[in-house]
């Protein structure tokens, strides 16, 4: 991210200068103010002390109107400076700089050509695209019968794992406002890519991260109630304005998605320890579901304008052979918490501090939906469900084509 150092520089040592000026202004003032009384005990004649005070007070207001407005550029030049890397990120301008971390199960080999998501949801009947965009344009989705019960299924089996981890399901408005956006930084750099409702100065939530988080906004929280679990199943709406290629068929990148978020708030001495649980948690369910993935940590120039440290974990797709972003843990340090002016009061007493904040995707739910279709598939086109998941979908092994009215 391109900062204007030199900027904020600038109307830092402006805004010294200012109230340099205001104070010495503020104690002639004061003198004067002194003056007056003086004279006009003694019988003397004020008047050009007074018209004196009266300009001297005219240039403390404008001082004063000054330095509030350079008190809110500076504001806005501070809110596009992105959190601080850890030391252990690795350097670079982009994912090519990532570093992969670890790798768990194996892809499959496949004695027939695997098709991808879009062609096997058409053919059983359970995906259409097309009906999707006639309703709401491009890159929307319909899922129908066993198309739309496994993505219930998928957010269900994984807010129970979540909650046997020890999270609280909390269910969150999907219209957050500004401050709301902006606590958690995504105001005002990722303004182009949010739905905004102009109406109602709402936004609709890109991730439900923002709601999780802002529950606790501007609040003193008691440290024994260290680290807070929470974890949440919504809808996304994201613009995603500059993706392009291949990302933009079916699933994989479209303008409203469901997604299951964990966000943890924690201390600061515990949450890079946080942040390996978190990216483990989200790890258990695809090794739930026997879906091959990665882990890598995110370059500099990769990594999010909140995140001090990123793990994106990437699923196997056999149909693009390659492996795709499905999760992404950050640790957020203080960055969110001193924007939502979030705090803790430790048990061993003193200062309240500023919490960490540390979100993860537990997981995408349609990345996930491709993932099992994928990998799962048979050559006859039909999908085995994991055994994690028939208990979601009344035992049901096999998912068969269906015929659709219009099909």
């Known amino acids: 991210t391109e900062i204007d150092v ?139 019968g066993m198309g739309a019960r496994l993505e219930r299924a998928l957010a269900a089996y994984m807010i129970d794992l979540h909650e046997a981890a020890g999270y609280t399901e909390v269910l969150t408005p999907y219209l957050v406002t500004p401050d709301s956006m902006m606590a958690t930084g995504q105001l005002p750099k990722f303004a182009d890519d949010a739905f905004f409702i102009d109406k109602d ?49 079916g699933l994989i990148r479209v303008h409203q998605f469901n997604k299951v978020e964990m966000v943890c708030i924690t201390d600061a001495h515990s949450s890079y320890e946080t942040l390996e649980a978190i990216t483990a948690q989200a790890e258990s369910v695809l090794q739930g579901l026997k879906l091959p993935y990665r882990v890598v940590t995110l370059s500099t120039g990769d990594m999010g304008f909140s995140a001090a440290k990123t793990y994106d974990i990437e699923v196997w797709l056999p149909s693009q052979a390659t492996f795709r972003e499905i999760s992404s843990c950050s640790n957020c340090t203080d960055f969110q918490a001193r924007r939502a002016e979030i705090r803790y009061r430790p048990s061993e007493g003193g200062k309240s501090r500023f919490v960490h904040t540390l979100n993860g995707s537990g ?41 659709r009215p219009g099909n």
């Open 363 to 403: 997981l995408a739910v349609g990345r996930t939906l491709v993932a099992v279709l994928e990998n799962h598939q048979q050559e006859d086109g039909t999908v085995r469900v994991p055994p994690a998941l028939r208990p979601y979908v009344g035992g049901l092994e096999l998912i068969e084509a269906v015929v």
């Open 201 to 249: 100065d709402l936004y609709l939530i890109p991730t439900s991260e923002v709601p999780l988080v802002n529950l606790h906004r501007e609040e003193t929280l008691d440290g024994a109630v260290l680290p807070v679990k929470y974890c949440g199943y919504t809808p996304c709406f994201r613009r995603e304005a500059g993706s392009y290629g291949r990302d933009t068929r």
């Open 6 to 144: 030199g900027a904020l520089l600038e109307r830092d040592a402006t805004r010294r200068q200012v109230i340099q000026n205001l104070e010495a202004l503020q104690a002639e003032r004061n003198e004067t103010s002194k003056l007056i009384g003086e004279r006009k005990r003694a019988g003397e004649d004020a008047t050009e002390v007074m018209e004196r005070m009266r300009a001297v007070g005219d240039e403390v207001k404008r001082l004063d109107a000054e330095r509030k407005a350079i008190d809110e550029e500076i504001r806005e030049l501070l809110l596009t400076l992105p959190n601080l890397a850890h030391e252990s990120v690795p350097v670079g301008t982009d994912e090519s700089s990532n570093r992969e971390e670890r790798r768990w199960g194996t892809p499959r080999e496949f004695d027939f050509e695997p098709r991808d998501h879009v062609e096997l949801g058409e053919d059983l009947g359970i995906l259409d695209m097309g009906r999707a965009a006639k309703i709401s344009g491009a890159r929307f989705s319909a899922q129908f």
